[in-house]
């Protein structure tokens, strides 16, 4: 690809902006800055109004991840190279997927491999699924090992979220209902868990039910609607949740 490769940078560290701005301009002639952000607002803005091919973009931004701006994108029309310095958990998955990623400080010949690379995803149009992949695996990497702690009548008990099935209201409490473990009666609201559990995939089917979306076996739509999860219970569904639930679900399975 010989045409110029329009580019954003994204990063919250005003220096490793600069860094990267030069570094491209020296050894990727190709690639024309077209603007930086420092914020996932100011990055979206950014993006929706200048349209570039490609955006480097650094996964640590202040206290937001580059994970949660591109989950809020309608569309991912353009190439990314991620820039960390510590993600780890990241890292496997850019490794997993084969995305390109650079570690800071940035180092030349990465930079102009990762660039050539993107160079030829620009051209060929092909690697939109596989960032929706990323984004799906990192989340898998980095929340797989998340505990969450529940409190009982005889005090706390320490479980993986990745365990959790389901949860229905008790009254003022919640029943939890695992993979394996049997269930535990848990001394808070169903709405309390709710904003803590919906990032990890949960979504509230009804007002007396919040479920794992990784653990629904069916959806029923017959008398209503329901969903039945892995271990055979029925889960009821609420009418004006459905459509959203049952697009959540597909979502999961197509690039599951």
Known sequence: MNSIIRSIIIDDEANSRENTCILLGEFCPLVEVVGEADNIRL???LILEKRPDLVFLDIQLGSDTAFKLLENLSDIFFEIIFITAHNHY???AFEFMAIDYLLKPVEIPQLIR???NAADRITDKTSKLSLEQLILQVNDFSR????IALATSRGF??????DIMYCLANGSYTKFHFTEAEPLLVSKNLKHYEN???VYGFARSHNSALVNLHYVKTVERSQGG???MEDGETVPVSK?????LENRIRKMQRLI
């Open 43 to 45: 990055a979206k803005e």
């Open 157 to 162: 008990e320490m479980v993986y979220i990745r």
């Open 144 to 147: 797989s090992r998340h505990k």
């Open 196 to 198: 803590i559990l919906q």
């Open 90 to 92: 990241a890292i496997k």
């Open 226 to 228: 329901a969903l039945v």
């Open 114 to 116: 990762a660039v050539n």
């Open 240 to 244: 004006n949740v459905r459509q959203d």
